[in-house]
Antibody, heavy 119, light 109 residues
């Protein structure tokens, strides 16, 4: 069965960096786009970034442009999110999610990894 | 930029009742690329529908999705205890590529 397991979250000071990872299994990872979605405590869902299956196209939402970079390693079935210049408002549970194809809905989600940005 | 609005914010109902949740888009959603998700406390979201009305694998048929253009609806014909949760709509394919609505909470009355 499909499994997505995030790791790499933690507590970091404003301006710091973290690298999130998502280990995928149970499906042909290289065939599907992958996403990062975040959820601040007690708030709704917010899409962060997507990377196409062959890594050619990747996009992220404006408020993380220049700070967050999504990447993947299809040889290892791994998805990553490099987060630099972190802000207090980046505090959230970060989910990785599998796309139904390329740039479609999100049919499987991990359980999330918590990022806390605080001084 | 497409903005999604969901109504009501909270829906207070009893098991066995019908739930009707609305999602409005500020612009027409391309190809009706509209999805619905259910999220229970402490859990990741679960895909219910994509393409406005295409039921995801394993979703009971008491759930139905409908609508097109800017107006979409998620209906739960008879609420089961496990259906009390927060429901989000999402559009995919228009700039910004993926946006979620603010959610509707379905609570016990």
């Amino acid at each position: 069965q499909v499994q997505l397991v995030e790791s790499g979250g933690g507590v970091v000071q404003p301006g710091g960096s973290l690298r999130l990872s998502c280990a995928a299994s149970g499906f042909t990872f290289s065939r599907f786009a992958m996403h990062w979605v975040r959820q601040a405590p007690g708030k709704g869902l917010e899409w962060v970034a997507v990377i196409q299956n062959d890594e050619v196209e990747r996009y992220n939402i404006d408020f993380v442009k220049g700070r967050f970079t999504i990447s993947r390693d299809n040889s290892k079935d791994m998805l990553y999110l490099q987060m630099n210049s972190l802000r207090v408002e980046d505090t959230a549970l970060y989910y990785c999610a599998k796309d139904v194809s390329n740039f479609g809905a999100f049919d499987f989600w991990g359980q999330g990894t918590l990022v806390t940005v605080s001084s | 930029e497409i903005v999604l609005t969901q109504s009501p914010g909270t829906l207070s109902l009893s098991p066995g009742e019908r739930a009707t949740l609305s999602c409005w888009a500020s612009q027409s959603v391309n190809n009706n690329f509209l999805a619905w998700y259910q999220q229970k406390p402490g859990q990741a979201p679960r895909l219910l529908f994509y393409g406005a009305f295409r039921r995801a694998t394993g979703i009971p048929d008491r759930f139905s999705g409908s609508g097109s253009g800017t107006d979409f609806t998620l209906t739960i014909s008879r609420l089961e205890p496990e259906d009390f949760a927060v429901y989000y709509c999402q559009q995919y394919g228009s700039s910004p590529l993926f946006t979620f609505g603010p959610g509707t909470r379905v609570d016990f009355k």
